[in-house]
Nanobody
Framework: QVHLVESGGGSVQAGGSLRLSCAAS????????MGWFRQAPGKEREGVSI???????WYADSVKGRFTISKDNAKNTLYLQMNSLKPEDTAMYYC??????????????????RGQGTQVTVSS
């Protein structure tokens, strides 16, 4: 059974940083799709950053150069380091996982498992 628990959200001023963590169980960190998604009020869920397999990563254009995804396979934990935060980054951030691999990792609809989310609020 897959279980995902996010932490690390909060309120920061623009330009600040936050590090999100996702404690995971029931997933294979070396092969499964794992990633971070976000959803702001009134907007569709969007992909932020994902791992396609063990090392291949993808970032949304809006966060490239500011966010870094990483994982600690020994701790079964996925991270998202967010720097230079902007008000438009305000959203509920979700950790997601799926046992599929490859191209499926790049589309949120293919993720069967998702955590409860952690709120990130960036003020100007």
């Amino acid at each position: 059974q897959v279980h995902l628990v996010e932490s690390g959200g909060g309120s920061v001023q623009a330009g600040g940083s936050l590090r999100l963590s996702c404690a995971a169980s029931g997933v294979s960190f070396s092969t499964d799709c794992m990633g971070w998604f976000r959803q702001a009020p009134g907007k569709e869920r969007e992909g932020v950053s994902i791992f396609d397999g063990d090392r291949r990563t993808w970032y949304a254009d809006s966060v490239k150069g500011r966010f870094t995804i990483s994982k600690d396979n020994a701790k079964n934990t996925l991270y998202l380091q967010m720097n230079s935060l902007k008000p438009e980054d305000t959203a509920m951030y979700y950790c997601a996982a799926d046992h599929r691999t490859g191209g499926y990792c790049y589309n949120a609809v293919f993720y069967d498992y998702r955590g409860q989310g952690t709120q990130v609020t960036v003020s100007s």
